[in-house]
Each structure stands twice: as C-alpha cells, then as structure tokens.
C-alpha cells in the first residue's frame, strides 16, 4: 500500500478529500485515490503493507484526508506547502 507519487486516502462524501483532489486536478498533479473506510474494514492486524500507518495518521491527525506523499504521510495543508516550495 505504501507508494511513490501521491495518494489521497479519504472517505466518499468527504468535502475536504474532495477539495484536495480537485486543487491537485487544477495543479495537474497526477496522485490515485485510497478508501480509508476500506482500510479500516479490511484490516486484521499488523501487516507489512503500511495500512496501520495510514489508519493510525488518521487518527492522530483527526481528520481527513491523509496524504501519502513518496511513501510520507501528511495532511492536506501540509501537502500544498510541500507543492508551492517546489
């Protein structure tokens, strides 16, 4: 499950996942999209897959969506930072 390039892990019907995936269209920044409902329902202990990683960044951060970046978890604000200083 652990990337390169940017994932989006969010959930459907989720304003700020959906903020974050139209302001990367508008940048034409490629990224795929990730279901954290689907991580959460399908996960049954530690793997190897970075899945616990994903769950437990969400819920530390405590909101969506969670931004995998090159294998780096970060928050949408966190994410634009990363893209204006490039």
């Known amino acids: ?7 989006v892990f969010g959930k459907p019907n989720c304003g700020l996942c959906k903020a974050a995936k139209e302001k ?7 990224y ?4 954290v409902d689907e991580i ?3 996960h049954t202990g530690w793997r190897k897959d970075g899945s616990v990683e994903i769950v437990a960044f969400y819920y530390a951060l405590g ?6 970046k090159d294998g780096e ?4 604000p966190q994410l634009m930072k ?5």
């Open 63 to 68: 909101t969506l969506p969670v931004i995998q």
């Open 32 to 35: 795929t999209e990730g279901n």
């Open 73 to 76: 978890l970060m928050s949408y």
């Open 82 to 86: 990363v893209l204006k200083n490039k």
């Open 1 to 7: 499950m652990l990337t390169s390039g940017i994932t």
């Open 40 to 42: 959460l329902q399908l």
């Open 24 to 30: 990367l269209d508008l940048l034409k920044v490629p």
